[in-house]
Nanobody
């Protein structure tokens, strides 16, 4: 298992888009989290080994998770970004016994260093 490594963060104006990438080999359940300053970390979306996806409330409708756990790749396409989307975005990974256990309610044990996203108004 390789510690996840994120890339693709940056600065964008409100209404714009960003695509985050993560490399994480050796896991069958991958996820994106984010943490805004002064707020708790929140789960955005997960991807299982059969490409089943789940989304947290903040990601519904604007963010799309994709990737391939077998190839160790994970992406997050973020559209219609708002200033409240600013924060540090983390890729997380774990191994589950069943694909149905891969969800935004799952606890993850491997984390990347995070990539910063700043959305200006």
């Amino acid at each position: 298992q390789v510690q996840p490594v994120e890339s693709g963060g940056g600065s964008v104006q409100a209404g714009g888009s960003l695509r985050l990438s993560c490399a994480a080999s050796g896991y069958n359940c991958l996820a994106w989290f984010r943490q805004a300053p002064g707020k708790q970390r929140e789960a955005l979306a997960t991807l299982s080994e059969i490409s089943q996806v789940t989304y947290g409330d903040s990601a519904q409708g604007r963010f799309v998770i994709s990737g391939d756990t077998g190839k160790g790749t994970l992406y997050l396409q973020m559209n219609s970004l708002e200033p409240d989307d600013s924060g540090t975005y983390y890729c997380a990974a774990t191994v589950t016994r069943r694909w149905a256990e891969c969800s935004v309610r799952r606890e993850f044990d491997s984390w990347g260093q995070g990539t910063q996203v700043t959305v200006s108004s």
